[in-house]
């Protein structure tokens, strides 16, 4: 079992900036990508950034050059740093990990529950 909790997000105005942090806790042994994806109303769910457990980055082209996404693997902590925030940026955000659990040597993807961020014009 595998729990994903997001923390961070806020009501901001637009250009401001928001750090998202997402923990992962339960019977893990790796993990592997991590993720964050986001889901405005009426909207499908769109990835917006990736790391790999070696740190190599991808982000969607909206938010390239604004957006940075880190993680501490000691701490099974991932992090999104948003710069230059935009009304469109506003959206439930979601964490999501490639986890190998301790007791099934598989990879299987987690979700966390979201956090809202909410960028005013």
């Known amino acids: 079992q595998v729990q994903l909790v997001e923390s961070g997000g806020d009501l901001v105005q637009a250009g401001g900036s928001l750090r998202l942090s997402c923990a992962a806790s339960?019977?893990?042994?790796?993990?592997?990508?991590m993720a964050w994806y986001r889901q405005a109303p009426g909207k499908q769910r769109e990835l917006v950034a990736t790391?790999?457990?070696?740190?190599?980055?991808n982000y969607a082209d909206s938010v390239k050059g604004r957006f940075t996404i880190s993680r501490d693997n000691a701490k099974n902590r991932i992090y999104l740093q948003m710069n230059s925030l935009k009304p469109e940026d506003t959206a439930v955000y979601y964490c999501?990990?490639?986890?190998?659990?301790?007791?099934?040597?598989?990879?299987?993807?987690?979700w966390g529950q979201g956090t809202q961020v909410t960028v005013s014009s």
């Open positions: 999501s990990a490639l986890v190998v659990l301790i007791t099934a040597p598989v990879e299987t993807w987690s």
């Open positions: 339960g019977v893990i042994f790796r993990i592997n990508d």
């Open positions: 790391i790999t457990s070696g740190g190599s980055t």
